[in-house]
């Protein structure tokens, strides 16, 4: 059964730090691109950061370059996402989802996970 399970989501003052993990098991990400999409109350699920396991190509939006790395380990098929200097605009569910190439569309994801709440509040 193919399976993504996210992790590490939490309260966080702003300037805070967290560590966003996206544990896959029934696949493994090396023959997979992934992404980290956000969905905040009253929006639409957006993209936050992409990952391209074929080269390595690492993608982020706007809002969170400089703040937000993507990263893999391998043999741990696991993605974090590491997400720096938190904002209260950054509250959101966050999701990962695996597909055959990194988009910032959500139809180009095969998989998905459940999804881990952040929120950043003083």
């Known amino acids: 059964e193919v399976q993504l399970v996210e992790s590490g989501g939490g309260l966080v003052q702003p300037g805070g730090s967290l560590r966003l993990s996206c544990a896959a098991s029934?696949?493994?990400?090396?023959?997979?691109?992934v992404g980290w999409f956000c969905k905040a109350p009253g929006k639409e699920r957006e993209g936050v950061s992409c990952?391209?396991?074929?080269?390595?190509?690492?993608y982020y939006a706007d809002s969170v370059k400089g703040r937000f790395t993507i990263s893999s380990d391998n043999a741990k098929n696991t993605v974090y996402l590491q997400m720096n200097s938190l904002k209260p605009e950054d509250t959101a569910v966050y999701y990962c989802a695996a597909g055959p190439f990194s988009s910032w569309s959500v139809y180009e994801y095969d998989y998905w996970g459940q999804g881990t709440q952040v929120t950043v509040s003083t």
């Open positions: 990952f391209s396991s074929s080269d390595g190509s690492t």
């Open positions: 029934g696949f493994t990400f090396d023959s997979y691109a």
